[in-house]
């Protein structure tokens, strides 16, 4: 999905939030607690932090909360955003969530 002209970028932007939602949905589960049912990236990490694990390093990620609700929805001007970067940061995350799973 690093086309911009085959994908636009609200739906790009949809598919990291969904990722990241459910990554860090996994992550709170591996640390043998239940997730609310929430798109606010924001609350999840902070449960995380609550929980006594570092999301830290995947933070930037809450910068795209608005697309799991709001973005995907409205005619929103694109932000220009690096896809590479972020989908690599993404990776990383679901890297990260995979090696704390058994």
Not at 17 to 44: F, G, M, V
Not at 56 to 61: C, G, K, R, V, Y
Not at 62 to 69: A, I, N, Q
Request: include cysteine; glycine fraction near 4%.
């Amino acid at each position: 999905m690093l086309d911009n002209d085959a994908f636009e970028e609200p739906t790009w932007g949809y598919q990291i939030q969904q990722a990241t939602e459910k990554a860090l949905k996994a992550w709170i589960s591996s640390l043998n607690h239940d997730y609310p049912r929430t798109h606010d990236l924001a609350l999840l990490y902070s449960l995380i932090r609550d929980l006594g694990d570092d999301p830290f390093p995947f933070q930037q990620l809450v910068r795209f909360s608005p697309f799991g609700t709001r973005i995907r929805y409205d005619d929103v001007e694109a932000l220009g955003l690096d896809r590479s970067f972020w989908n690599q940061l993404c990776a990383d995350l679901l890297s990260h969530v995979a090696s704390l799973l058994p």
